[in-house]
C-alpha cells in the first residue's frame, strides 16, 4: 500500500496489537463489572484513607523484600475479596451510614463504585455527629456542630486508628473549628487519595491485560514473530492485512474514542479524574455489539494471515491428510511460539490508544515519505 516494506510490515502488526488489545479491554471490563472491580478498588483507597496502614507491623523485616511483600499484600488482597471489612470497623461503619449505603447499583453490587467528595465529607461529618449524640444526651443546652466534632474526634467517639484520628483532628484545626471549612479540608484530602486510588487501579487493569493477552495469544494464535516473518515474506499478504486496517482504522477511533471517555482504558498513565469517579457509561448492550465486531475482524486478520491452530487438509503430497496443531510453516518451532505469544502479551499490555496513536503517526509519516518523494 506504501511501497515501503518496513512500513506495511509495521502497519500490519501495529494493526493487529490495536484489533487484540482492543479485545483484551473489552474482555477485562466484563470481567471488572462480574467482580466489581471498580467498587473494591474504592473500598481499598478509603480503607487506606480511613483506616491507616494496620499492617505495617507485620513482619516489619521481611516486608523490606518486594518479593515478599508482593505475595503478603496478594493474600491480604484475597482476603479482603471474601471479607472487605476485615479489622475495618470504621470503613464499615462508614459504609452503613444512610448517605453511602443506597448508592450501590444492587444487592450484588451493594457497594458503589463512585463516591462524590461531598457525599464523603458529609457522611464523616454525619458520624462525627451521630456519635456524639450517641454518647452524650441531647438536651435544650446542646452545643452547636463545631463543638460536638471537637469533642467526638478528641474523645474518639468512634474509636478511629491513631493516624486517621490525628489527621483529622489536625484537619478540623486547620480548618478553625469552622464546619465548612472542615468540609472543604476533607473533600482534599478525599481528592489526594482518590487519585493515586485511580493509579491502583490502573496498574491492576495492566495486569490484567497482561493475563489476558497471553490468553488471547495463544486462544487466537496471535504469534507476533511469525506474523512479522510472513508479512516480511508475503507481499499478498501484507496488501491484504493493510488494506483490512485502512477500513477498519474508523470503526476503531469511534471505539477507542469511546471506551478512552468512559474510562474503560486510560489514555496515559497518569490516570487523573478530577471527580475521583471510577463511574461506568457504557452498557452491557454496547459492549456485546463492540466484543462482536472484534470477533468478526480477528477472523477477518486470522484468515488473511493464514495462521490457525484447527485442522486444516494438506494434500502437498498428492494425498489429503488432515494436520491439526500448529499447521503453518512458521510455526514449527514451539520455543519461537511461546516467544511469539509472550511478545503479543507484553504488547496487548500497553493498552489500544498507545497502538491507535501509533497507528496514526506511522500512517502520518508514510504520507510525509511520500510527498517528499514525489516529484
Known amino acids: 500500500m506504501f511501497s515501503n516494506l ?81 479489622g475495618s470497623p470504621f470503613l464499615e461503619k462508614f459504609y452503613n451510614s444512610s448517605s453511602i449505603r443506597h448508592l450501590g447499583e444492587n444487592t450484588a453490587a451493594s457497594r458503589p463504585a463512585y463516591i462524590s467528595p461531598p457525599i464523603f465529607s458529609q457522611t464523616i461529618i454525619h458520624l462525627l455527629r451521630s456519635s456524639y449524640k450517641a454518647q452524650q444526651p441531647t438536651t435544650a443546652d446542646s452545643p452547636g456542630d463545631p463543638e460536638m466534632i471537637h469533642i467526638a474526634l478528641q474523645d474518639n467517639y468512634l474509636h478511629l486508628a491513631p493516624d486517621t484520628l490525628e489527621h483529622l483532628q489536625q484537619l478540623f484545626e486547620d480548618a478553625a473549628h469552622d464546619v465548612k471549612a472542615f468540609r472543604v479540608e476533607l473533600e482534599s484530602w478525599f481528592n489526594e487519595t482518590m487519585t493515586r486510588a ?37 507481499k499478498n499478504v501484507r496488501t491484504q492485512l493493510v488494506q483490512l486496517a485502512a477500513s477498519r482504522v474508523p470503526a476503531y477511533t469511534a471505539v477507542t474514542d469511546t471506551l478512552i471517555s468512559k474510562h474503560l482504558v486510560h489514555k496515559d498513565s497518569a490516570f487523573y479524574r478530577a471527580d475521583t469517579s471510577l463511574r461506568v457509561f457504557v452498557n452491557d448492550t454496547s459492549l456485546i455489539g463492540i ?52 511478545l503479543t502479551a507484553l504488547a496487548l499490555s500497553l493498552g489500544a490508544p498507545f497502538w491507535f496513536d501509533l497507528l496514526g503517526k506511522i500512517v502520518k509519516f508514510s504520507k510525509e515519505q511520500r510527498t517528499q518523494g514525489a516529484p
Not at 212 to 233: C, P, Q, Y
Not at 305 to 328: E, K, M, P, W
Open 6 to 86: 518496513a512500513i506495511d510490515v509495521a502497519l500490519g502488526l501495529i494493526f493487529i496489537y490495536l484489533l487484540y488489545s482492543l479485545l483484551a479491554s473489552v474482555v477485562q471490563e466484563f470481567i471488572a463489572r462480574m467482580l466489581n472491580a471498580r467498587a473494591r478498588g474504592l473500598t481499598k483507597g478509603l480503607r487506606r484513607l480511613l483506616e491507616g496502614d494496620p499492617r505495617r507491623r507485620d513482619h516489619r523485616w521481611f516486608r523490606r523484600f518486594t518479593f515478599f511483600n508482593w505475595f503478603y499484600e496478594l493474600g491480604w488482597s484475597i482476603i479482603y475479596f471474601f471479607a472487605p471489612f476485615k
Open 198 to 234: 485511580s493509579g491502583w487501579y490502573r496498574k491492576q487493569t495492566q495486569t490484567w491485560l497482561l493475563c489476558l493477552g497471553m490468553v488471547i495469544a495463544a486462544v487466537f494464535n496471535v504469534d507476533s514473530i511469525a506474523i512479522a516473518r510472513i508479512l516480511m515474506k508475503d
Open 291 to 342: 466484543y462482536a465486531m472484534l470477533r468478526n475482524d480477528a477472523g477477518d486478520a486470522r484468515n488473511v494471515l493464514g495462521i490457525s491452530r484447527g485442522c486444516v487438509a494438506d494434500s502437498s503430497n498428492g494425498q489429503v491428510t488432515i494436520r491439526c496443531g500448529f499447521t503453518h510453516p512458521l510455526q514449527q518451532n514451539r520455543r519461537l511460539v511461546w516467544a511469539g505469544w509472550a
